[in-house]
T-cell receptor, first 110, second 112 residues
Framework: GIQVEQSPPDLILQEGANSTLRCNFSDSVNNLQWFHQNPWGQLINLFYIPSGTKQNGRLSATTVATERYSLLYISSSQTTDSGVYFCAVSSGGGADGLTFGKGTHLIIQP | DGGITQSPKYLFRKEGQNVTLSCEQNLNHDAMYWYRQDPGQGLRLIYYSQIVNDFQKGDIAEGYSVSREKKESFPLTVTSAQKNPTAFYLC???????????FGSGTRLTVV
């Protein structure tokens, strides 16, 4: 099956800093999603982005499908951005389930 | 508001018991999923269902069972055959094309 690697595994930043999270995947995909898991375990979908670039406020994401990677950018970090960010992919459209990476644990310090 | 409701939030199971985790959605989504998360790990797929009365095994289905009798409901039973059931269980749903998943708030299962 598809392998998903996320980097870095851990990231500690000061409030206001910018960050870039990376997701590499081992095969072609037609579904790629980014999620944020808060400290209470709730997962929130950030982006559906199998290719191209999207922006939502301080967050943006870019997927280069031909090179098999995706990037999540967080600008002007806030303490509420803390948590774990997951990348998840599927080559079958996603309705047959997503394969998740192990996540990037982000801590934003005040 | 539409969403996914998982219950209970915390569940304690004795060795040898079966337990059932509830997952209900009112988003009119066709597909539903169960994932397991262990500490410091990503999510792993247990079972998924794309339509009523049909479901498929995921990567770690052994020791688990599901049913999909209604579009809104996708309960997961953790059987006594599951050797290490202590984990955080997450239910999700999506439209058929799965453009974006919606997750429930999860059930933390502990074997005592």
């Amino acid at each position: 099956g598809i392998q998903v690697e996320q980097s870095p595994p851990d990231l500690i930043l000061q409030e206001g800093a910018n960050s870039t999270l990376r997701c590499n995947f081992s095969d072609s995909v037609n579904n790629l999603q980014w999620f944020h898991q808060n400290p209470w375990g709730q997962l929130i979908n950030l982006f559906y982005i199998p290719s191209g670039t999207k922006q939502n406020g301080r967050l943006s994401a870019t997927t280069v499908a031909t090179e098999r990677y995706s990037l999540l950018y967080i600008s002007s970090s806030q303490t509420t951005d803390s948590g774990v960010y997951f990348c998840a992919v599927s080559s079958g459209g996603g309705a047959d389930g997503l394969t998740f990476g192990k996540g990037t644990h982000l801590i934003i310090q005040p | 508001d539409g969403g996914i409701t998982q219950s209970p939030k915390y569940l304690f199971r004795k060795e040898g018991q079966n337990v059932t985790l509830s997952c209900e959605q009112n988003l009119n989504h066709d597909a539903m999923y169960w994932y397991r998360q262990d500490p410091g790990q990503g999510l792993r797929l247990i079972y998924y269902s794309q339509i009523v009365n049909d479901f498929q095994k995921g990567d770690i289905a052994e020791g688990y069972s599901v049913s999909r009798e209604k579009k809104e409901s996708f309960p997961l039973t953790v059987t006594s055959a599951q050797k290490n059931p202590t984990a955080f269980y997450l239910c999700a749903s999506s439209r058929e094309r799965a453009h974006g998943y919606t997750f429930g708030s999860g059930t933390r299962l502990t074997v005592v």
